[in-house]
C-alpha cells in the first residue's frame, strides 16, 4: 500500500513537522507573532539573540511552509510586515501546551540530567 504522504517527498508527517518547527527559533517566533503584526525589526528586538540573518532564514521557511504571511507595502522605503496565517494560528494550541508542558517538568528534566551524570549529552 502506498504512503499517502509519499508525494509530498516525506513519509512521516511527524518528522516532518518536527524538524522544520524544532529548531532554535521557530517556535519563538511563532509565539511572537500570537498576539500582533510585526515589521522585521520590531520582531528582531522581540525575539533579541537571533541574528538577522537566522531571522531572515526562519521567516522564509515559516512563511514557505505555510505558518506566517509577509506582506510587502508599496511605500518608501517599503514596509515588509509578518502575521501568522490560519495554520499558524492553529499550532498556537499545541504550542502553547507543550510551552506549559515544559515548563512544568523543566526541574525533573534538569535533575535527572544531573542525576544520570553524562554531561556529554547536555551540551
Same mark, same amino acid.
Given at each position: 500500500?502506498?504512503?499517502?504522504?509519499?508525494?509530498?517527498?516525506?513519509?512521516?508527517?511527524?518528522?516532518?513537522? =518536527?524538524? /522544520?518547527? &524544532?529548531?532554535?527559533?521557530?517556535?519563538?517566533? =511563532?509565539?511572537? =507573532?500570537?498576539?500582533?503584526?510585526?515589521?522585521?525589526?520590531?520582531?528582531? /528586538?522581540?525575539?533579541? $539573540?537571533?541574528?538577522?540573518?537566522?531571522?531572515?532564514?526562519? *521567516?522564509? /521557511?515559516?512563511?514557505?511552509? &505555510?505558518?506566517?504571511?509577509?506582506t510587502v507595502f508599496a511605500e518608501v522605503p517599503t514596509r515588509v510586515e509578518y /502575521?501568522?496565517?490560519?495554520? &499558524?494560528?492553529?499550532? *498556537?494550541?499545541?504550542?502553547?501546551? =507543550?510551552?506549559?508542558?515544559? $515548563?512544568?517538568?523543566h526541574e525533573a528534566i534538569c535533575f535527572a540530567r544531573k542525576t544520570n551524570g553524562?554531561?556529554?549529552?547536555?551540551?
Open positions: 500500500m502506498a504512503n499517502k504522504y509519499a508525494e509530498f517527498g516525506h513519509p512521516c508527517p511527524i518528522r516532518d513537522v =518536527l524538524d /522544520r518547527i &524544532g529548531d532554535q527559533w521557530s517556535l519563538l517566533i =511563532l509565539e511572537s =507573532l500570537a498576539n500582533e503584526t510585526y515589521r522585521f525589526n520590531a520582531l528582531h /528586538r522581540e525575539i533579541g $539573540d537571533i541574528s538577522r540573518q537566522m531571522l531572515t532564514v526562519t *521567516l522564509k /521557511r515559516l512563511e514557505f511552509d &505555510g505558518y506566517i504571511s509577509r /502575521r501568522l496565517t490560519a495554520l &499558524g494560528e492553529s499550532f *498556537l494550541q499545541p504550542l502553547r501546551q =507543550l510551552v506549559e508542558w515544559a $515548563d512544568t517538568h553524562d554531561s556529554s549529552l547536555t551540551g
